[in-house]
């Protein structure tokens, strides 16, 4: 079976800042990799596909990179509606497995 | 509007049954694949099982399989997950979900279901 390890687990930030999250599979899944964000209390939101594919409706600000079985996202100038949970997937046409999830706190 | 609201979760012992519904709206239901996601509490996600659109093929979590089914009935727009053999490491709040075509994957969520095993 596939995992999928995020780092950090907890990252504490400001409004403004540039905030990179790392997600690494244990083993080669190219760019089966989306990215997704969930706030207290809400149900999960896609916010990436195909590793680097932004989802409609989604705000730029969200990147995408990676390949193989290392991955990043990326939020250039966190907004006051980011601090978050973020969780990577990756996916197949028979499964999917989530990554433990980073939250992102103000610092 | 695409809508998807649970329905069906509670409290159930041990070794207990459950079935699980999610009505779906706003959506040409028989084109999209659909899924189950769960979430124990202040736990991750943890994917559980997905069916095609035709509901000819689905797929489950090696943690459920052989004890839940997935099924959907396109004539009522609706999702269903039956839970058997439930443990307590199942208590969690169970989302459905929508795959979406270009990005197949989530791309919209019900508010979710909570269902508790314990004695």
């Known amino acids: 079976d596939i995992q999928m390890t995020q780092s950090p687990s907890t990252l504490s930030a400001s409004v403004g800042d540039r905030v990179t999250i790392t997600c690494r599979a244990s083993q080669n899944i190219d760019t089966w990799l989306a990215w997704y964000q969930q706030r207290p209390g809400k149900a999960p939101n896609l916010l990436i596909y195909k590793a680097s594919s932004l989802e409609s409706g989604v705000p730029s600000r969200f990147s995408g990179s990676g390949s193989g079985t290392e991955f990043t996202l990326t939020i250039s100038g966190l907004q006051p509606d980011d601090f978050a949970t973020y969780f990577c997937q990756h996916y197949n046409s028979y499964s999917r497995t989530f990554g433990q999830g980073t939250k992102v706190e103000i610092k | 509007e695409v809508q998807l609201l649970e329905s069906g979760g509670g409290l159930v012992q041990p070794g207990g049954s459950l079935r699980l519904s999610c009505s779906a709206s706003?959506?040409?239901?028989?084109?999209?694949?659909m899924g189950w996601v769960r979430q124990a509490p202040g736990k991750g996600l943890d994917w559980v099982s997905s069916i095609d659109n035709s509901g000819k093929n689905a797929f489950y979590a090696d943690s459920v399989r052989g004890r839940f089914t997935i099924s959907r009935d396109s004539s009522t727009h609706t999702l269903f997950l039956q839970l058997q053999s439930l443990r307590a490491e199942d208590t969690a709040l169970y989302y459905c979900?929508?795959?979406?075509?270009?990005?197949?994957?989530?791309?919209?969520w019900g508010q979710g279901i909570l269902v508790t095993v314990s004695s």
């Open positions: 979900a929508k795959i979406g075509l270009l990005s197949a994957n989530f791309d919209y």
């Open positions: 706003g959506f040409t239901f028989s084109t999209y694949a």
